[in-house]
């Protein structure tokens, strides 16, 4: 299994406090993204990063940031969570030069 | 922008029977890659094509270019196979991801 770890696992916290969720991946992959799942969704891209301190946008990244500041390390931000942004958070990362990506356990996340 | 369709949505199967899910896709890509999540939640890659046929154990992948359509088929199925199995069309390193397919295989 690919070396990707996220923390934490499952969060509660409420409406507009911060939360930053944590990805760690040890295979020293270039590339990493942050993925939310929802019921009748599926799985759309936040954010992805490309490299230590590049990052780009993905379909559903409005209140959220990221930041990379080491390659084993990409951080999703909630500035200000809401309701909405009840969800299970997955992490993953490629190897650009097989494009086959690597997921990491999940975060279970709740706003009340 | 891209669209990626699988169906059936749920598929139920007694134990030993073949399955197939499909998936249609609206663009070029570079890749399609097919995914397996259990209950309890995590993600797995099955595959990953861009042309023809790969096999791994009792699972068989295919796709077809020029229709823009993937299936995975699943032989002899067990109880061990129900999850969602989820396919992903890639542009580059990007991911779009169709909805899932439930799979439920009874003994």
């Known amino acids: 299994d690919a070396g990707i770890t996220q923390s934490p696992r499952h969060k509660v916290t409420e409406t507009g406090t911060p939360v930053t969720l944590r990805c760690h991946q040890t295979e020293n992959h270039r590339y990493m993204y942050w993925y939310r799942q929802d019921p009748g969704h599926g799985l759309r891209l936040i954010h992805y990063s490309y490299g230590v301190k590049d990052t780009d946008k993905g379909e559903v990244s409005d209140g959220y940031s990221v930041s990379r500041s080491k390659t084993e390390d990409f951080l999703l931000t909630l500035e200000s969570a809401t309701s909405s942004q009840t969800s299970v958070y997955f992490c993953?990362?490629?190897?650009?030069?097989?494009?086959?990506?690597?997921f990491g356990p999940g975060t279970r996340l709740t706003v009340t | 922008k891209n669209e990626v369709e699988q169906s059936p949505q749920n598929l139920t199967a007694q134990e030993g029977e073949f399955i197939t899910i499909n998936c249609s896709y609206s663009?070029?890509?570079?890749?399609l890659h097919w995914l397996q999540q259990h209950p309890g939640g995590g993600i797995v890659s099955l595959f990953m094509?861009?042309?023809g046929k790969k096999k791994h154990g009792r699972l068989i992948a295919t796709i077809n270019i020029q229709e823009k359509h993937s299936s995975l088929h699943i032989t002899a199925s067990h109880p061990r196979d129900s999850a969602v199995y989820i396919c992903a069309e890639a542009a580059g390193n990007k991911l779009t991801f169709g909805g899932g397919t439930r799979v439920l295989v009874k003994p």
């Open positions: 663009v070029g890509i570079s890749a």
């Open positions: 993953a990362i490629s190897d650009p030069s097989t494009y086959e990506q690597y």
């Open positions: 094509l861009s042309s």
